[in-house]
């Protein structure tokens, strides 16, 4: 009987915790891009981006959480690699509307176009389709469709557009941006857990010095006191374990 995936990912992401590889990165990746492509389709059906351009740049989002994800959090990793998929899309879409300027005629050619839109649906009772729309324009569908993608583009992406399909389950867009709070928080648990797990190397006497005085914040006698060593051992516990965590640390922050 086959596990389920769920738990082949989970155990997958253990050994990419305690090995890091290239290799295992780029696996857990593939197994997810489910999520890349969940995300990139929804938020390329409210602007002018093509669906395979949002799809890359998720991606980048998606190794960003697989390389910060912790399997023991007892967080589902969909959930955690959500704010970072679809931020890094929103960084896109944000750095791409600042550069789009529209030609005068299409700027023409649109405010003629809503005007007539507004004409027709009173005329039709419906929104008018894009082909009626050209025609009464004289353009061609084709230079009418470029000039709504380019006018789509030009405007800042809103926070009340709806990524659903106008069902009552649909969210906007707003309610996908991470929590800032949240996300600082699983900062501070990442730190937290680096520094734990750094400590765990170190010499028993060196790391209550650091805990005491580093964290606790104990003056340096008091330290020496309850672990019993001199202040001036202390000291150089202090600077040895800096040496040694700094030397830790350094292949996690590359």
């Known amino acids: 009987m086959n596990r389920p995936r769920f738990s082949s990912d989970l155990e997958l992401f253990k050994r990419y915790a305690n090995e890091p590889s290239i290799c295992l990165r780029n696996r857990l990746v593939q197994l997810n891009l489910g999520l890349v492509r969940k995300v990139a389709y929804q938020m390329s059906r409210t602007c002018a981006e093509a669906y395979e351009d949002l799809e890359q740049v998720a991606v980048f989002g998606l190794i960003r959480a697989v390389e910060r994800f912790s399997p023991d959090r007892g967080v589902a990793f969909s959930s955690f690699a959500m704010p970072y998929i679809r931020g890094e899309i929103l ?92 996300l600082q928080q699983q900062h501070h648990e990442e730190i937290k857990l680096q520094l734990q797990d750094v400590l765990a190397h170190l010499e028993d006497r060196t790391k209550s010095a650091i805990q005491m005085v580093c964290i606790e914040e104990l003056p340096r006698t008091e330290a020496a006191k309850r672990i019993g060593i001199s202040p001036m051992t202390v000291t150089r516990h202090l600077k040895r374990g800096m040496q040694q965590m700094t030397s830790l640390l350094e292949p996690q922050a590359a």
């Open 91 to 182: 960084h896109y879409l944000r750095d791409r509307g600042s550069m789009i300027k529209i030609p005068r005629v299409w700027q023409e050619l649109h405010s003629k176009g809503q005007k007539l839109r507004r004409q027709l649906r009173t005329k039709l009772g419906r929104s008018p389709e894009d082909l009626e729309l050209a025609t009464a324009l004289g353009v061609n569908l084709e230079e009418w469709q470029d000039c709504q993608l380019a006018w789509k583009n030009r405007l800042l992406i809103s926070l009340d557009v709806s990524l659903g399909n106008g069902s009552e389950e649909s969210i906007t867009l707003g309610d996908t941006l991470p929590d800032v709070h949240n």
